[in-house]
């Protein structure tokens, strides 16, 4: 109701709009207390990438930390990645392996160490992990904050604030609206993860595109078929059920993906980072049940979703102009972008 709610200048957000007022003011005297050094920032010996967001929820971070991972690589960089790390139960920071437990270092960076192979951390306060990734991994050239952008604590050199097709929204903040910060906050670079850019978003804004082409056996990730043949690969099904489920933070994102590949399926949206304590698969009346890789995290380590033929993980690539690698590499450089 809320988040239907945030996308007009409805009655209810209208009624919650002074309290968005007092949200406004509480943003201004943090952000002042830090640029006047009351509330001390920390400043690392290599630059700091900021990816994050001002329209709460999922808006596509993780994917854009990953080509940025590789974009960087390719410059010649060795990029680290810090993270909170939702759901994470350690106190102190700790480092990130292919095969961290999920619950107790988060879905997404387990998921980043797993596609970048980069070094990752996490930590409830970003400076200390960002510390101890440099400590154990000094090679390391750039750091980037999967989010962060409201964790002023931690210096930064480059932000990269990324929205969806939703765009501002209805343009109101908390809790009249869906913003964290008034959308007008300074910013090196806007991405758009959306088939187009929404007009209330900066004209310099550089597109995001997400795709994913095949499906990939859980059991087996080797195993690999492509979207659109889906149908065609059972034997013996001439038209086998699929049910698509997304814990994510914008699981219609992924249905609209797997719609636009020609894919008939029943959708399953799940609250974001889903835990899967329960197996909601037990009494789906699916032959082919699709999954995002955040969720094949967590199913990965349970028995009975692991060993379910029925599961297959969806991978997605970003799809990004290059001009973006080149203004951030430019930026690291010490000059002004174009």
């Not at 980069?118 to 200390?128: W, Y």
């Not at 869906?178 to 758009?192: G, M, Q």
């Not at 993860?193 to 082409?213: F, Y």
């Amino acid at each position: 109701m809320l988040t239907r709610a945030w996308m007009r200048r409805g009655i209810l957000a209208c009624i919650l709009w002074p309290l968005s007022l007092l949200f406004h003011l509480l943003i201004v005297l943090r952000r002042n207390l830090y640029r006047s050094g009351i509330l001390k920032k920390t400043r690392l010996p290599v630059p700091v990438i900021i990816v994050g967001n001002v329209f709460i929820g999922g808006t596509g971070k993780t994917p854009l930390v990953i080509w940025l991972v590789e974009a960087l690589r390719r410059a010649g960089h060795t990029p680290g990645v810090i993270s909170r790390g939702h759901g994470a139960t350690n106190r102190v920071p700790r480092l990130v392996a292919p095969d961290s437990a999920p619950d107790l270092v988060g879905d997404e960076p387990v998921l980043i160490a797993q596609r970048t192979q980069a070094p990752v951390a996490v930590g409830r306060k970003r400076p200390d992990a960002a510390r101890a990734l440099l400590a154990a991994h000094p090679e390391v050239s750039v750091i980037i904050s999967d989010d962060g952008l409201q964790h002023y604590a931690l210096e930064r050199d480059i932000e990269i604030v990324l929205f969806d097709a939703r765009g501002n929204g209805n343009g109101w903040l908390l809790p009249a609206g869906p913003l964290r910060e008034p959308v007008s906050r300074r910013r090196d670079f806007t991405v758009a993860n959306a088939e187009r850019v929404s007009p209330d978003l900066p004209k310099d804004a550089i597109r995001m595109q997400l795709a994913g082409t095949v499906a990939e056996r859980l059991i087996d990730r080797s195993q690999s078929i492509a979207l659109g043949s889906m149908s065609m690969h059972f034997e013996g099904v001439e038209a086998p059920r699929i049910t698509a489920a997304a814990g994510i933070g914008n699981p219609a994102r992924f249905f609209m993906m797997l719609g636009a590949a020609g894919l008939s399926f029943d959708e399953m949206p799940l609250p974001d980072h889903y835990a899967f304590n329960e197996n909601v698969f037990a009494g789906a009346s699916a032959d082919i049940i699709l999954i995002t890789e955040k969720d094949a995290v967590k199913c990965s380590r349970i028995d009975a979703l692991k060993t379910d033929p029925r599961l297959w993980v969806v991978p997605v690539t970003a799809h990004i102009d290059e001009a973006l690698a080149e203004k951030i590499l430019e930026k690291l450089r010490g000059h002004p972008t174009a």
